[in-house]
């Protein structure tokens, strides 16, 4: 992808960023904001392939092991996160300077920096990386769209780290789920069809057979848009926070 449809992608993450420094805009922004965020995001697993490669960087796509760049269709990714607080105070506030790492399995369903009973890909670190939350909240990556491997359905794993101070969500971990329609057109593609380790006899799992998309799954769906040569999202995530007593 070239950088004209890199910086498409990105800019249609960002409207909303514009927006915010509008004072036209502001009022509409702050109704909308509290409508869609005050809502407590699910945790779930981390499972087995967190690997805390301390690796800050917007784009994931690339391997800085060896410079190689993961074929997939371009997916962007906005996340913005705010803190849900009791009732009546602190309620939907942005949070900043908060640690947003993401991590996901390749096209042909394999993940970096792991050594797995079907693959072993120690020292990469494709499709890894994190950002800080900026004043609003938000971090933007640019990824591709997933693979999937048997047992579990189509999934882009996060955890959010916060500065010390709270007795919740100081390190909160969940997943991201697509719409089974779109990925069965994204899967009919290359480089996703095809690949011969997975057998001609499986099938992909959906989200419906998938035991961790049936805790709370659908609360972690991702709305995609159409963008140049890929899809846009953004996912408001809402952790629960409460300030440690002092006493």
């Known amino acids: 992808m070239n950088r004209r449809k890199l910086l498409g992608l990105l800019g249609i993450t960002g409207i909303s960023m ?14 909308a904001r509290k409508m869609i965020s005050c809502v407590i995001t699910p945790q779930q697993t981390e499972g087995p392939y967190f690997v805390d490669e301390r690796l800050h960087r917007s784009d994931v796509r690339s391997d800085p092991s060896d410079g190689s760049v993961k074929d997939g269709l371009p997916l962007a990714l906005e996340m913005r996160v705010f803190t849900v607080g009791n009732e009546g105070t602190d309620r939907c506030l942005p949070l900043a300077n908060a640690i947003v790492d993401i991590w996901h399995c390749d096209a042909q369903g394999i993940y970096s920096d792991v050594e797995d009973r079907n693959f072993n890909t120690v020292g990469k670190k494709f499709l890894r990386g994190y950002q800080v939350t900026d004043r609003n909240g938000s971090v933007r990556f640019i990824t591709i769209y997933p693979g999937w491997y048997p047992g579990r359905t189509v999934h882009i794993h996060f955890k959010i780290r916060t500065k010390p101070g709270y007795t919740h969500g100081s390190e909160f971990t969940s997943q991201l789920y697509f719409d089974d329609a779109i990925t069965d057109k994204v899967h009919a593609q290359s480089p996703y069809a095809g690949y011969a380790r997975k057998g001609s006899y499986q099938q992909r799992t959906r989200n419906e057979d998938d035991s961790i998309y049936l805790k709370g799954g659908t609360q972690l769906m991702l709305k995609l848009t159409e963008a140049e040569g890929g ?14 007593d002092k006493r």
């Open 18 to 31: 514009l927006g915010r420094n509008s004072s036209i805009n502001a009022g509409s922004e702050e109704v």
């Open 231 to 244: 899809y846009a999202t953004t996912f408001d995530v809402g952790l629960k926070t409460e300030k440690r």
